[in-house]
């Protein structure tokens, strides 16, 4: 029981992981993209640019935290199988 509830601590905590660096990425890309905005006049052209980088990086960060959990369950699981 206690290698379950670890096991569903470990998941919400790469699911939370994944959400924020989602969100944390887009904002910083939009306001980046607003204050160069303001300081440049160049409105809304660098807000809409910043805000598709921070978009694209975003799902990059997804793409290498679900990469590196597949690969740490990976390793969990040819352990298991070594320790059996």
Partial sequence: MPEDRSRLI??????SSV????VAA??????????LDRWLGTTPWLTLIFLLFGIIAGFRNI????????????DE????????
């Fill in 26 to 35: 887009t904002f910083i890309g939009l306001a980046m993209g607003y204050y």
């Fill in 10 to 15: 470990r998941n919400l905590g790469f699911l």
């Fill in 63 to 74: 793409f290498i935290l679900t990469q590196r959990e597949l690969r740490r369950q990976e």
């Fill in 19 to 22: 959400g924020i660096s989602m």
């Fill in 77 to 84: 699981k040819q352990d298991d199988g070594k320790g059996s």
